[in-house]
């Protein structure tokens, strides 16, 4: 029996025979492999076409996403294997992640702010009282829409370097940046749960955007033997 550790790379490039349960070699260079991992979890991982990354004006060589179940990740691979096989025909990105150009701002309007009065967006899935409506709209309003309201939730997606040096540069002078990494983080859950992106590729990013300001405000009010106010964790 063939070892299950090849990289995808040797077997384009050598055309090495592999277990079929464990690998599904697709046309030119359209490699897949879903494995399975200790968590028993499946991870599916593809390469693109060189092709297909110069017609969708993508620098990024693989998809990658873990699946609950091996059903769950082989619907997946036959999903992107034909989308995939849509470019190479058509020879246009229309048909692979068109909506993920849609920008941030309308993104947020006609999509993510229905969901999240509906309880839709967070772990807790409970729905929000209406100050807490109000109050998360103020934050877009005031602070995250003026950063990303312009920009495409894909190219915000595709420059991760981009994103954390804005939030960054917020955390400089916003206490409250935790919940503002909160929520532009549900924003790009959900645009991948609807696939207008392959996935979120921010999530790992904006976990190191520390809190300086927060910080700073609460050494001044140590020296002070007092606490941060509510004002002070929202400004």
């Given at each position: 029996?063939?070892p299950?550790?090849?990289?995808?790379?040797?077997v384009?490039?050598?055309?090495?025979v592999?277990?079929?349960?464990w690998?599904a070699y697709k046309k030119v260079e359209?490699n897949?492999?879903?494995?399975k991992l200790?968590?028993?979890h499946y991870?599916?991982e593809?390469?693109?076409?060189?092709e297909v990354r110069?017609?969708?004006?993508?620098?990024?060589?693989?998809?990658r996403?873990?699946?609950r179940?091996?059903?769950?990740a082989?619907?997946?691979?036959?999903?992107l294997?034909q989308?995939?096989q849509?470019?190479?025909?058509?020879?246009s990105?229309?048909s692979f992640?068109?909506?993920?150009?849609?920008k941030?701002?309308?993104f947020?309007?006609?999509v993510?702010?229905?969901m999240?009065?509906a309880g839709?967006t967070?772990?807790?899935r409970?729905?929000p009282?209406a100050?807490?409506v109000s109050?998360?709209?103020?934050?877009?309003?005031?602070?995250i829409?003026?950063?990303?309201?312009?920009y495409?939730?894909k190219f915000?997606n595709?420059?991760?370097?981009f994103?954390?040096?804005?939030l960054m540069?917020k955390?400089?002078t916003?206490?409250?940046?935790?919940?503002?990494?909160?929520?532009?983080?549900q924003?790009?859950?959900?645009?991948e749960?609807?696939?207008?992106?392959?996935?979120?590729?921010i999530?790992?990013v904006i976990?190191?955007v520390?809190?300086?300001?927060?910080?700073?405000?609460?050494?001044?009010r140590?020296?002070?033997?007092e606490?941060l106010?509510?004002e002070?964790?929202?400004?």
């Amino acid at each position: 029996m063939a070892p299950l550790l090849y990289s995808l790379e040797a077997v384009y490039n050598q055309n090495l025979v592999v277990p079929t349960f464990w690998f599904a070699y697709k046309k030119v260079e359209n490699n897949m492999a879903i494995t399975k991992l200790k968590s028993n979890h499946y991870k599916l991982e593809v390469f693109y076409p060189k092709e297909v990354r110069q017609i969708l004006g993508v620098t990024t060589e693989r998809y990658r996403k873990t699946f609950r179940t091996k059903k769950e990740a082989e619907q997946a691979e036959k999903d992107l294997s034909q989308k995939i096989q849509r470019v190479l025909n058509e020879k246009s990105a229309r048909s692979f992640e068109l909506s993920g150009h849609i920008k941030f701002k309308e993104f947020y309007e006609t999509v993510w702010l229905d969901m999240y009065i509906a309880g839709s967006t967070g772990r807790s899935r409970q729905i929000p009282t209406a100050t807490t409506v109000s109050n998360t709209k103020d934050v877009f309003r005031l602070h995250i829409l003026p950063i990303f309201g312009e920009y495409s939730i894909k190219f915000l997606n595709d420059n991760k370097d981009f994103v954390l040096r804005t939030l960054m540069k917020k955390s400089q002078t916003y206490a409250n940046i935790k919940i503002i990494k909160s929520y532009v983080n549900q924003i790009f859950d959900i645009a991948e749960l609807l696939e207008y992106i392959e996935y979120n590729r921010i999530e790992k990013v904006i976990r190191y955007v520390g809190d300086p300001k927060k910080q700073q405000l609460k050494a001044e009010r140590q020296l002070n033997g007092e606490a941060l106010t509510a004002e002070e964790l929202i400004a």
